[in-house]
């Protein structure tokens, strides 16, 4: 190793506990600068801007919404008059909540995954969350019954949970005023992604691409992927009002991915009024229910898809996604309980 990168190695080394130090000091600060502040309820997350996560796009929305009701909510802190605290899965700063934590105030822990059978490989990532949840819970939303079942086939018992499915923001997701007809045309099938994770599709996307009949079928990806695709049209992350026009301009949306507990583009999608070709995994068959049709392998996928050209009417009318003001009222009720 060259001396520069021996400095720069010695600097990487030396930062790490000064950022540690110095996240401490601002927790300590925005702690003492909260002990005479009141809001009606905090969340700790870390929000990013989309296009982003599934569940970075569900609060960004819950937050909305719960602000439009006239609540005021704060962000990754909470003051000494605030009654209750959501906190994500483990998308945080751990000791700064624990900082902030106190008695008096109502902690509802909000969990997905269980992370290591989503993301394929066990990190600890969720030997952490437990611990959290069992540390400073005194309830857990989880986001669908398989999630919920998951973790506890996996020896995880959470503090007080309940199910209560994701929902999207129907201002932006929602079906077009008028469609054409398939009369003439190929079926426009689209599936999108954030996560590049291979257990998102990429199976089936590559089998797609190398196999789907393109004179009766066209697909569209949007997102991020690392599978390898020459005859699938590839778009790239696009914000939520972009995206919601594009699937706007499908007939089908295809679910791929694998062992996921309540995936918010599902959601989106079927909110877009789109019936769905859903991998029978994680919590897609409670999600889509009979608004479209399931399959184990992605050879099956043509056959699917021929079926919901042929049902598309029948799938479209069975479509049903929760509000974006109920799924608001119950987290209310756990926030409140």
Known sequence: MSISNITRASLRTAAGPARTLARRGRAEADWLRTRRGRADLAIFHEFRPPPYGGGNQFLLALRREL?????RVETNQLSAGTPACLYNSFNFDFGRLRRFAR?????VHRVDGPIGVYRG???????RIAAVNDELADATILQSYYSLERHRELGYELREPVVIHNAVDKTIFHPPVTRDGLSGRRLRVIATSWSDNPRKGADALEWLDR???LDSYELTFAGRTQAKLERIE????LASD???ELMRGHDVYLAASQDDP??????EALACGLPVAFRRSGGHPELVGEAGIGFDDPEELPGVFSRLAAELDVRRAAIRVPALSEVADRYLEGLRA
Do not use: Q
Request: glycine share 16%; net charge negative.
């Open 234 to 237: 590839v778009v790239g992350p």
């Open 242 to 244: 972009p995206l919601a």
């Open 67 to 71: 602000e439009g009701r006239g609540l």
């Open 103 to 107: 008695e008096g105030a109502r902690m």
């Open 211 to 213: 196999n789907l009949d």
């Open 262 to 267: 309540c995936s918010n583009a599902l959601l």
């Open 121 to 127: 490989f066990d990190d600890g990532t969720d030997r």
